[in-house]
């Protein structure tokens, strides 16, 4: 059977009115209250806990539908249990606890006519995301968008369907509870690929994709989006371990980093240490991590400084070409030693990919010159011009 061919010409009606109810509750959502928006951020997070047994019944069916040659790491991607849902619930409620930027001033003039010219942030509109199998990145993105005033189109991987669906029924459930259009939010569980590929075209009804997954999904996006693209290519990133650090601290957040999700996007690939600090913090992470004692027996690829620290072990190997490059998901990570803040900044600048950066530094003014070079994602807002005056003209 020949799989079903979609074109802008002939789109299925369906599909049409679903792309105008998203464009009309765009200039709905763009004008609802920040009480209203944490509210129904609030009752999503209740529900995701009332919902538990629905939510991972489905996620069971899901995990095992799976390939049987699927990697450890992507099963870990698409596994929920009750902690990662609870988890799930208090980053709902932590972005309700945010400042909603919708009409925020950014800038203001007082022209020598009289009028007042405001910059105020202002919804980007309707936002399409493709994402791959972690049915988290739903929740996640659906609550920044909402609470940024945007309505959303969540397309997630076949693999996680029946979980994403349990998911958008409990987001829906919380729109309904304060009276917001469920059109605010379209989750699309049809795995046909077509599909996207025609939402990719619709630049009339959506104003920006955000592709989040690996290579072959950005590449695939590039290619067939008509709009605009905020993407973010893989999850490249590196924690900086400062001569200055606590280095209790810095072990800590170095393992965690690396080793309690490791197939997620933001876990840490690559470990940059400064050299007067390296030939202790090195040995002692590899004691926590590739020791045996934890378990993780984690696989390193090192250069020549972090060798020499490192001495003769099992499972340490030389960097290669690609390393500073390699998204692992996995158990494994680069580390390298470098001799100052600007020679790490350098690095993540020639290697990273803007996701997350992590510097440990005792010293305030240091974390902010890193935090104000490492340059991130801005928020799903775009600022617009506002314009009062008392009747003036141009001359």
């Not at 849902?85 to 950014?106: C, F, T, Y």
């Not at 619709?202 to 996006?221: C, H, N, T």
């Amino acid at each position: 059977m020949m799989a079903k061919k979609y074109s802008a010409c002939d789109m299925p009606l369906g599909i049409k009115q679903k792309l105008v109810a998203a464009r009309e509750s765009a200039q709905k959502l763009r004008s609802a209250s920040t009480d209203t928006k944490n509210a129904v951020l609030r009752e999503a997070a209740q529900l995701l806990l009332s919902k538990a047994p629905e939510i991972l019944r489905a996620n069971a069916e899901d995990l095992a539908a799976l390939r049987a040659d699927a990697t450890t790491a992507f099963r870990d991607r698409l596994a929920l249990d009750p902690t990662r849902l609870a988890h799930m619930a208090e980053s709902l409620r932590q972005v309700a606890a945010l400042p909603d930027p919708v009409g925020e001033e950014v800038e203001r003039r007082a022209l020598a006519n009289g009028v007042l010219t405001r910059r105020v942030r202002a919804p980007l509109g309707v936002i399409l995301m493709v994402f791959e199998s972690r049915p988290n990145v739903a929740v996640e993105a659906w609550s920044l968008a909402f609470k940024s005033g945007n309505v959303i189109i969540l397309r997630g991987g076949k693999e996680s369907m029946r979980t994403t669906a349990a998911l958008y029924d409990v987001i829906g459930a919380a729109l309904d509870s304060r009276g917001v259009p469920r059109e605010t939010l379209w989750g699309i569980t049809d795995p046909d690929r077509k599909l996207t590929e025609l939402l990719l075209e619709q630049d009339k009804y959506v104003d920006i994709v955000v592709p989040r997954g690996g290579d072959a999904l950005i590449e695939f996006v590039v290619e067939n989006a008509r709009m605009p693209i905020i993407k973010n290519d893989r999850g490249l990133c590196h924690v900086y371990v400062h001569e200055d650090a606590d280095q209790a601290m810095a072990l800590e957040i170095v393992a965690n980093a690396k080793c309690q999700r490791p197939g997620v996007c933001n876990a840490m690939e690559t470990l940059l240490v400064h050299r007067k600090v390296a030939s202790t913090f090195l040995p002692a992470l590899y004691k926590r991590i590739s020791g045996g004692a934890s378990g993780s027996n984690v696989e390193w690829f090192v250069d020549e400084a972090a060798a020499k620290a490192l001495g003769a072990q099992a499972n340490v190997h030389g960097v290669k070409p690609e390393s500073f490059d390699t998204e692992y998901l996995e158990l494994k990570m680069n580390a390298a030693v470098v001799g100052s803040l600007d020679e790490a900044i350098a690095h993540i600048e020639r290697h990273g990919s803007r996701h997350s950066e992590a510097i440990v530094t005792g010293n305030e003014k240091t974390a902010r010159e890193f935090q104000s070079r490492v340059v991130g994602l801005r928020e799903l807002t775009s600022a617009r011009w506002i314009i009062d005056g008392t009747g003036q003209v141009r001359e």
